[in-house]
Structures are given as C-alpha cells and as structure tokens.
C-alpha cells in the first residue's frame, strides 16, 4: 500500500511539473504554427531590440555607418570629443550608453511584461566622470591647446576656459515628462576612477573647497536650450528624441591657480518649484513632479583637474 501511495505522489508531482512548464510556455511566447513536425514560428511577445522592433526607434536620428568605430574611438581617447564629429547620430542612439542589452532592451522588456508601469524617477549619465590635466607654465602664458584628454579649451586673458560635455538620460520605464535641475559644487573629496590611459589608479581625491571656488569659475547647461532646468522625453509608445540630453559643462581656471587636483561635481536633482508648476499647467498629468514615483536618487558628474 505505502509503495503504491508514493507511486502515485511521484506520479501527482510529475503531473504538476509538466503542467507548469506548458503554463509558462504559452504565457511567454506568442501562438506559433507547426506543420507537420516544424515549428513556423516561436518568439518573444516583446522584443525591443534595434533589429526586432525598429519603427520603435523611428524617431532618432539616423544612426551612423561607422557608430561602432567611432564610439570605440572615442572611449580610449584615440580621437577627441569633437562635437561637429560626435554628434546626434551617435549619442542619441540608446548603444551609445554601455550595457545597451542588459540597461535598456532588458529593462523594457521586463516592464512591459510585468503590465504594471509607475512613474520612475532615475537618471543614466554617461560618463560619470573625466579627467583633464593642465600645465601650469603654459596656464601662465598659453599659446595653444597643447594639454591633454577630451575637451575644447578657450584661452582667455586671465587663464582658460575648459569645455567638457556628458549626456543624461531618463532611465527606461518613464512614461511621463519630468524635470531636472542643474546644480554645481566642489566637493571636499572624491573617488577618482581608474583610466588606464592616464595610467591611474583609483584614488581619493581631496581639494579645499574655497580654493577651487576661488580659481574655479563653473558655468553648466542643456545645450539645446542652453538653461539649468529641462525635461526628458519618454520612452512611450515610440523613444522620443529628448529622453536623452546633453550637458555642457564650462569651467574658467585663472593662471594663479595653486599646483594640486581640483574637482568639479554637477549634481541633477529636482528643478524649482516654479518651473514644476509651470510644467504641470503645462503638460498636465502628463508631466509628473521627480518627487512621485519611485524615487532612485539623483546623477552627478565629476570633472577632475590637475594642475602639474
């Protein structure tokens, strides 16, 4: 009797199992057609990748022959951050940000699987951080821009002005406007990251804050609309064009700047209450405030400058 009993346990539990898998058979893939032996077709309900679904990239830029060459290029420092060159058929593409797959069509997938989209307040920016150095000797009397690393330098009477640029974007899953606001500080410490071109390591970078501001002089902005406060386009039913922007950074550093390292932070947070307000009359529901959601923090970037 026991041994006919755990017969037929065994028997119940691989009934179950089986019944199980066909469940999530058909509820993760869409109806398929067999002909004789064949299976026609079998695939993913959702597929948000650049070749199983490209009418949901149609209103991007054109994505450029070379995107792939030159986004390798520009990571190792073997060209420079020429805006005329690196434009928006590069860093408008979701690629140009890393870990395209597993931070952008995985993570889109998974929302629309799950059905239940809430607003997401939560900002990729890339790259978190660079890394300039500057000679003082050619600071006291500049001629050209002979340092180097990525930028676009000014030379001024009184010292130089470093251009630098990044790009922010809503993470994926936001399905209504909202805004950020621009802020800028000079921290008293911060984690320089390994760049194997500079041949560093990870340090911990200290600088005096009054210094820095007094050497320091930082403007940053969107530069499409040239402001501190902006908004980021959506990721629903179609990628808008504005679900990434691009930051300008510019700092002036004054050829009496003490030797040492200097960090500048630009932190994106929440804009002014006014400018919400205006967006809400506005877009309406449309726009939600970056304090409703699910709320994952705010970017920030650092410049790094060394004076040698």
């Known amino acids: 009797m026991k041994k006919n009993k755990f017969r037929r346990t065994a028997l119940y539990v691989i009934i179950a199992i089986i019944a199980i898998s066909v469940l999530y058979y058909v509820d993760n893939y869409e ?14 309900k959702y597929d948000y990748s650049r070749s199983g679904n490209p009418e949901y ?21 073997i060209i420079r951050d020429n805006p005329e060159n690196v434009n928006e058929s590069y860093w408008k593409q979701p690629e140009w940000l890393p870990l395209y ?13 799950a059905g239940d989209r809430e607003p997401i307040w939560s900002l990729g920016t890339f ?3 660079k890394y300039v150095i500057i000679n003082q000797n050619w600071l006291q009397n500049p001629t050209e821009p002979t340092t180097t690393g990525h930028g676009l330098f000014e030379i001024k009477e ?6 630098h640029r990044f790009w922010v974007r809503a993470i994926p899953g936001a399905m209504k406007r909202f805004g950020v606001g621009l802020q800028t500080s000079y921290p008293e410490e911060g984690l320089l990251l390994s760049e194997a071109k500079w041949g560093i390591s990870e340090q ?14 930082t403007v940053v902005y969107e530069k499409e609309s040239g402001k501190t406060e902006f908004n980021f386009g959506t990721y629903w039913p179609k990628l ?3 679900y990434i922007k691009e930051i300008w950074v510019e700092v002036e550093v004054d050829k009496d700047i003490p030797k040492g390292k200097y960090i500048v932070q630009v932190d994106m947070g ?31 970037f650092r410049l790094f400058i060394e004076i040698i």
């Open 57 to 77: 990239y149609s209103l991007l830029p054109p994505k450029a022959a070379d995107f792939d060459q030159i986004k390798y290029m520009w990571e190792r420092g």
């Open 158 to 163: 009184n010292g130089v002005i470093v251009r």
């Open 240 to 242: 808008q064009p504005d």
């Open 204 to 217: 911990m970078v200290e600088q005096d804050p009054e210094v820095a501001k007094e050497h320091i002089k």
């Open 101 to 113: 797959k597993e931070s952008f069509v995985d993570i889109l997938e998974d929302l629309v699987e």
């Open 31 to 44: 109806e398929f057609t067999v002909t004789g032996s064949t299976i026609i077709e079998s695939k993913p």
């Open 127 to 129: 790259p978190v951080q």
């Open 270 to 300: 929440a804009p002014s209450r006014e400018y919400q307000e205006s967006q809400s009359l506005k877009y309406g529901l449309g726009y939600v405030d970056p304090n409703i959601g699910i709320y994952r923090g705010p970017s920030k």
